[in-house]
């Protein structure tokens, strides 16, 4: 059976096999064969038992994939295209809860279950690997990282090694609602600070709308998220020498971490941009920013497919723009970014044969997709795709300028993940201290000494 918490999605062709397997349900992990190695394999472990494949070209690989709605439906696509160019290798693709899928992925690691392939954030490159249950996959990449941004190469290594690739890249930038500006007389394409204070000023003078949100509510993530881009912007580091291993944050005793701390608490503090009542609501301000209510925000290119109706179209009517977000208290030109990955899980059963279809498996749908751009604005990880005509040709690009200023962005080397350390920066004392500077909770230099000491207390 799959690894409690997952589903299973029987693929095109192993449905048109007919194996003899009754349902859903029943579906049981991987059996691998080897491959031209002669290699026999055994199954990944999800169902206690190992099955030899019928002819040693055969392989089957398990995914663990989390994700959702469009992004799903897509990741299914692409796989069984991969299925119809590669007839020797079956994906049996299992459902994981995102938020469950750390714990799920440590635990069948542990005890010799893990998956072949399983998809997180890029940016836990470092913290999976610390846990020792990663595979490095460079003797298996066809061109190494080289079809990639070279942008993504931090987040993907660990201890010098390729852990991990990336399906796509998404990152922080600031939107705007243009029909709110007009009606301020605000300008439309703020590019610096004080563009940015003319424009958040008179939307708040002239109209009732909310002038300017940097984050959607009070959460955890965009509390890290959001403060590391204005410590990034601030030319300032997270950490001493802006290097992780060593364990010493600095960002609360610096002036570039103070100086962003004090904007962050400023926004909905003494410039009244943003108001705290409603903080606890995910809703709120991405309804107003499509209603014409909200006129700026700090929002991630992610956000783009909440701006859209139920046929992926942009709403009709909505003007809005994705700028780089080079407008804040700060003349560094950076800012947060992640990607949606998928990492390599050690696994004692895992025959060669299983380790080199896994990997061409997963550069062939990383380096073949240009639906996550037109469908939710993500930004493809290989120039190639994203600068593709299909890519290119979709409003996505030019009208609403979100993946062509991704694009721009990645090239120029202007996006960074989040520090690689061995933790989760996005615990609760960590990423949720930082955020409640925005909400009012805590003044900014408390604020970051308490998020710098949970981050120190849990790397040493």
């Not at 192993?14 to 199954?43: M, Q, Y």
């Not at 469009?70 to 696509?77: D, M, R, S």
């Amino acid at each position: 059976m799959p690894f409690e918490g997952t589903t299973s999605k029987i693929s095109r062709r192993r449905a048109i096999k007919g194996l003899g397997i009754a349902g859903i349900s029943g579906l049981a992990g991987c059996s691998g064969g080897g491959g031209s190695d002669g290699e026999d394999g055994s199954g990944d472990g999800n169902t206690g038992s190992a099955t030899k494949t019928t002819a040693s070209q055969d392989v089957e690989i398990t995914f663990w994939e989390s994700f959702g709605g469009t992004e799903a439906a897509e990741l299914e696509i692409l796989t069984s295209e991969f299925e119809d160019e590669h007839p020797n290798i079956t994906v049996n693709t299992q459902s994981v809860p995102f938020g469950e899928m750390t714990t799920k992925l440590t635990t069948a690691a542990a005890s010799g279950n893990a998956p072949h392939v399983a998809s997180y954030w890029m940016s836990f490159s470092s913290y999976f690997n610390s846990e020792g249950i990663l595979d490095p996959i460079d003797e298996y990449l066809q061109d190494g990282l080289n079809p990639y941004y070279d942008i993504v190469r931090p987040a993907a290594t660990a201890g010098g090694d390729t852990v991990a690739l990336p399906m796509d890249i998404h990152g922080m930038m600031l939107a705007t609602n243009n029909t709110v500006l007009d009606e301020a007389g605000a300008p439309t394409a703020p590019s610096t600070p004080e563009e940015l204070a003319e424009a958040a000023n008179a939307v708040k003078e002239n109209t009732d709308k909310r002038p300017f949100f940097l984050q959607t509510y009070d959460n955890l993530y965009e509390g890290f998220r959001v403060y590391f881009s204005l410590v990034k912007q601030q030319g300032g580091d997270m950490f001493k020498n802006g290097d992780p291993s060593t364990g010493e944050p600095v960002f609360h005793e610096t002036d570039a971490g103070l100086a962003a701390a004090n904007f962050y608490d400023s926004v909905t503090g003494e410039r009244g941009w943003d108001y705290t009542d409603d903080l606890s609501d995910s809703n709120v301000r991405i309804n107003e920013f499509k209603n014409d209510q909200a006129a700026m925000g700090f929002m991630g290119n992610w956000m783009a497919n909440r701006l859209q109706n139920d046929n992926n179209e942009f709403i009709d009517g909505l003007d809005f723009t994705y700028h780089s977000p080079w407008s804040f208290a700060g003349d560094t030109k950076k800012t947060f970014c992640e990607s949606n990955s998928f990492f390599f899980p050690s696994n004692p059963n895992h025959t060669n044969a299983e380790k080199k279809a896994r990997v061409k498996f997963v550069e062939y749908i990383t380096q073949n997709n240009p639906v996550w751009a037109t469908k939710a604005g993500h930004l493809p990880p290989t120039p190639k795709v994203a600068e593709s005509d299909e890519v290119t040709s979709h409003p996505v690009y030019e009208e609403y300028e979100i993946v062509k200023t991704l694009a721009e962005m990645a090239e120029n080397d202007q996006l960074r993940y989040q520090p690689q350390t061995d933790i989760n920066l996005y615990a609760p004392e960590i990423g949720g201290s930082l955020s409640s500077i925005y909400a009012q909770n805590i003044e900014p230099q408390d604020g970051i000494n308490k998020s710098a000491t949970a981050i120190r207390d849990r790397m040493n």
